[in-house]
């Protein structure tokens, strides 16, 4: 057990005084009355036994009363290990949890405003020589700078609500860089939060440092958010019928009915539906709207939900094409069935040239390219075309009756997909469709038990190489393949062993062709991202734009404006923004005056789950040299004291004080004297 020195000097004063006072009086007591020896003897004939056991018992009672009295002054404490030390600085790290859920109520009112008082209460149990640092959510520069107790409060007055999460191990990381730039202290780490539910995962953290786990506790609350959104179809078109699936999710252990959808574009609203939702499930609906113009759009999907609502809104955006971009390759420029066909809809702006014709960079725009009547496939277009696909380009490749086969070979080996081996003459008609792939979405209303499909008089018999990202289309049998489809990269290609003269086959004027080659054109699998997760998503890829040695691309939004870092690459252009955008919305990509693209920003979900940890977990997670202090008290200066010090004594020294005052007045009052009658005789 330890004292505080000082006090305890204090106390011994106190028993000083009474006990020299007692000593005066008894030496008055002793000259007065001993001297006359007969009245001794009376005294000592008229005092009793009894009467010496209850003036020692109140003696005794007064002497512990008093002592006990001391101690209380002296603040004793049984130390444990990792205490403070008093001769030493502190440097004290406070991290307040200042991400969404830390928004929620209790009965003290919201968390954070609850964690900035009890960061204050930490802060005060310390000394004047201590420094600080506060930690957030945000984690910039001004938060590795020493402070003393007047800055620290101010930067906490200042601190609000940030989109920005972290897990246990970021936090725990970011106090240890502190605290190694920073030596000559006695270490310690706050951890104000709600704990929010993560992986139960043993963290790594700094064994010389002493971790303090303030655990915040919100009331109950159901919680509903936007989980994400996608369209059907990733090409939209002016004015045609859009369908859009939306994920909304109940992060509550109750069942919802009739929660209310709210879509709009452009601020203008498109829908209105109802979902019901189970227990800690997800609810998927498609919510079907029209009349779009050319050019970017603005979506916004909301759920009513309160008291949470930083993820009831989930931003989208995304682009109205004015046309489609296609390129027919041919030996020769002349009129074919595939230009023809595309001419068909004004949606697609379609170009044919010749082989010497072809511009390499202008290849990456095309939605499609089809090779038509080319009869070689020379090495350095076939070096552009694997590019082309593995980076989300859609590629056609009709087979023509006078073919190099060579070329051919080289080519579709490359790329990773069948090759044809020989052309057969061999009228033969395609008896069967896949009609779970993508290209026959949508195509027949009704499928005829009797299906009428193309033949042909001639055909190239594929390799059987490759299996593993092939699918038939259409064939006689599973051993004769007619139209194959390939997934290359991040592309499609689609092979067709049917050549495209007429005096062969019937294909470019079957029913079948038009919707298959419209098909082929809108599945481009590369499409620009709907929306990003602030905190989590730093960098956005765009179609591929040039700039000169001096232009730069500018970010915009209604409250900031932002210069991206940029990249061009095979994919397109890549900006980097890391944590440059703060908040949620629309941003404007522009080059000069021209709107390059819109980006869409959403706050992270992982946020939405009000799930807490459990102490046991806390403990398990953090492991040894790991304090949890019980955050749900008036205060807990004194938690944190007790902490700093040990097990404290001094509440049970006024307890024990009190008891034997007690007993020294029951003794007074009720412990009885009789006089000694052979005395008074």
């Known amino acids: 057990m330890k004292l505080y020195y000082p006090e305890f000097l204090f106390g011994l004063l106190l028993i000083a005084i009474p006990v020299i006072i007692h000593l005066f009086n008894f030496r008055k007591f002793k000259k007065v009355y001993f001297s006359n020896t007969s009245f001794l003897k009376d005294i000592q004939q008229q005092t009793s036994s009894r009467r010496n056991i209850k003036e020692r018992l109140i003696l005794l009672s007064r002497i512990l009363a008093i002592t ?30 200042n991400s969404y859920s830390m928004e929620a109520v209790n009965q003290d009112g919201r968390l954070l405003d609850e964690a900035k008082r009890k960061a204050k209460e930490i802060v005060a149990t310390y000394g004047l020589t201590d420094k600080f640092q506060l930690l957030s959510n945000d984690f910039n520069g001004s938060q590795n700078r020493l402070l003393d107790k007047e800055a620290f409060l101010e930067a906490l007055n200042a601190l609000e609500i940030s989109a920005r999460t972290n897990d246990y191990q970021q936090i725990l990381n970011q106090q240890e860089r502190f605290f190694k730039t920073n030596n000559g202290y006695q270490k310690h780490a706050y951890l104000v939060s709600d704990f929010q539910q993560q992986d139960n995962l043993q963290l790594q953290k700094d064994s010389t440092v002493k971790y303090h786990l303030i655990k915040l506790k919100a009331n109950s609350l159901p919680n509903v958010a936007v989980d994400s959104v996608w369209f059907i179809s990733p090409l939209h078109r002016p004015q045609s019928k859009e369908q859009l699936v939306v994920r ?61 609502v930083f993820d009831d809104a989930l931003f989208f955006a995304f682009q109205v094409k004015k046309d489609l971009p296609i390129t027919i390759i041919n030996s020769i ?51 552009q075309l694997i590019a082309y696909i593995k980076n989300g380009g859609n590629l056609s490749v009709f087979l023509p009756l006078e073919a190099d086969l060579v070329s051919y070979t080289n080519f579709l080996k490359a790329a990773g997909v069948n090759y044809p081996i020989r052309y057969q003459k061999d009228s033969v008609m395609a008896a069967s469709l896949n009609l779970k792939h993508p290209v026959f979405e949508n195509v027949f209303e009704n499928i005829p038990q009797q299906i009428d499909l193309p033949k042909t008089s001639g055909y190239y018999q594929l390799s059987n190489v490759t299996k593993t990202n092939k699918q038939n289309l259409m064939e006689v049998d599973a051993a004769l393949p007619l139209l194959q489809a390939y997934q290359v990269g991040k592309g499609n290609l689609y092979l067709s062993a049917i050549p495209l003269e007429p005096q062969i086959s019937n294909f470019t004027n079957h029913g079948l062709f038009l919707p298959l080659l419209f098909k082929m054109a809108l599945l481009k699998r590369q499409e620009q991202t709907l929306f990003y997760i602030l905190g989590m998503q730093e960098t956005a890829l765009i179609d591929n734009v040039d700039l000169a040695a001096s232009e730069v691309l500018t970010l915009k939004s209604a409250q900031q404006e932002i210069i991206p870092e940029l990249r061009n690459t095979s994919l397109g252009t890549v ?33 939405s789950d009000l799930s807490y940890t459990s102490d046991a977990d806390l403990d398990n997670s953090f492991g040894k040299n790991t304090e949890i202090i019980e955050a ?50």
């Open 68 to 97: 006990f009295l001391v101690l209380a002054f002296a603040k004793p404490y049984i130390p444990q290990e990792n205490t403070f030390s008093a001769n030493q600085s502190h440097l004290v790290s406070i991290y307040i949890d």
């Open 248 to 308: 909304v999710k109940n992060y509550s252990d109750k069942s919802l009915t009739d929660v209310s959808l709210t879509l709009k574009i452009n601020n203008q609203i498109k829908t209105i539906g109802k979902v019901a939702i189970a227990p800690r499930e997800s609810s998927l609906d498609t919510l079907t709207f029209s009349g779009l113009n050319t050019g970017w759009q603005k979506g916004e999907l909301r759920v009513k939900d309160y008291p949470m």
């Open 333 to 383: 420029i002349e009129t074919n069935a595939i230009a023809s066909a595309f001419d068909t809809d004004s949606f697609f702006k379609v170009q044919s040239i010749g082989e010497s014709q072809i511009n390499y960079s202008d290849l990456k725009q095309q939605h499609l390219i089809v090779l038509h009547n080319l009869k070689r496939i020379s090495e350095g277009l076939s070096q």
């Open 575 to 607: 900006i980097f923004f890391a944590d440059q955008v703060k908040e949620q919305g629309f941003y404007d990509l522009y080059k000069k005056d021209k709107l390059i693209a819109m980006l869409a920003f959403n706050q992270s979900r992982k946020e």
């Open 632 to 681: 749900d008290t008036s205060s807990i200066a004194n938690q944190i004291k007790e902490v700093k010090l040990g097990a404290s004594l001094w509440k049970l020294c006024i307890i024990l004080v009190l008891i034997f005052l007690a007993i020294e007045m029951l003794l007074v009052r009720y412990f009885k004297i009789q006089a000694n009658k052979t005395a008074i005789n």
